[in-house]
């Protein structure tokens, strides 16, 4: 019989398990999990929903060395994969790394057409910048040139992308399973820089035993800053960015503590990777 994630029964389980240290009941409460949260792919998603879902699949590759997480997912038999997506949006154009000497070439002239002096010093400075990249919206644009303009297809989705691993399961994570698990796992912890000054909050006393015991499914982690829980089994997608054609695609990610982009192409109908940069840390 299917149980519902908003029903106690599956609560029950979890404490059941938990209580009598029985993996097998875990792994039941997890497959009931899978049994009542499906994809939300249908045929009659838009053009750029459509592409999105194809997107996310080449991007998620939990175990890719990029991603680091290898050491994390390997032996866990359960991926706890995102239930939603913040923002689908569409850039003028998405620079691939072969062309990013080009682009910041032609945009510093354009910037000062009558300048050639701060042209060419510019040019200098940021052909020798190996950081440099392009940058895609004006929220957080310097120097102003580097700006790639984008519009908003869509945000707040539900998206819960079929993806298939041979030797995976596979649950989505929705609000209802956050809080089933947020009541299950508690709160305590230690505050951030509590005991050491770089250290991040993390877990103690039964929160920390709980934690454990959800592991032998699925790698949880505690929130850096203290005070919330990260279930998703990383990388998760935050903001997928396409060019006009829908030929190239950026994705915006986090991993555990830290995060950055991924670019892709597709190529013959099918997305691949062709990079992966990690531009920021908690």
Not at 91 to 97: G, K, R, S, T
Request: hydrophobic fraction near 35%.
């Amino acid at each position: 019989m299917k149980v519902s994630g908003q029903s106690s029964k599956q609560e029950s389980l979890l404490q059941h398990a938990y209580e009598n240290q029985s993996v097998e009941e875990l792994y039941q409460f997890f497959e009931n999990w899978a049994n009542d949260v499906e994809s939300t792919e249908t045929t009659e998603d838009s053009p750029y929903l459509t592409e999105a879902y194809k997107v996310f699949r080449a991007f998620y590759q939990p175990l890719l060395s990029d991603y680091k997480g290898v050491s994390y997912y390997k032996d866990k038999p359960y991926y706890i994969v995102q239930g939603s997506l913040w923002k689908i949006s569409e850039a003028e154009c998405i620079i691939l790394p072969h062309e990013r000497d080009s682009f910041f070439v032609a945009r510093i002239r354009q910037s000062s057409p009558n300048d050639t002096v701060y042209q060419n010093e510019t040019i200098q400075l940021v052909l020798k910048d190996k950081r440099k990249r392009p940058c895609y919206g004006d929220g957080f644009c310097w120097p102003l040139f580097t700006n790639i303009p984008i519009i908003t297809l869509d945000s707040a989705i539900d998206f819960r992308p079929a993806v298939f691993f041979p030797d995976k399961k596979i649950v989505y994570l929705t609000e209802n399973y956050k809080k089933l698990l947020d009541n299950f796992l508690g709160e305590e912890h230690m505050g951030i820089g509590e005991k050491k000054i770089v250290q991040p909050a993390h877990a103690t006393i039964k929160s920390f035993d709980k934690m454990g015991f959800i592991n032998n499914a699925a790698t949880i982690f505690y929130g850096h800053w203290g005070g919330y829980w990260q279930y998703e089994t990383y990388p998760e997608a935050n903001h997928i960015i396409f060019n006009p054609d829908m030929s190239r695609a950026l994705v915006y990610f986090r991993f555990k503590y830290e995060g950055g982009e991924v670019l892709l192409e597709k190529q013959n109908n099918e997305w691949g990777i062709v990079e992966v940069k990690y531009t920021w840390m908690e």
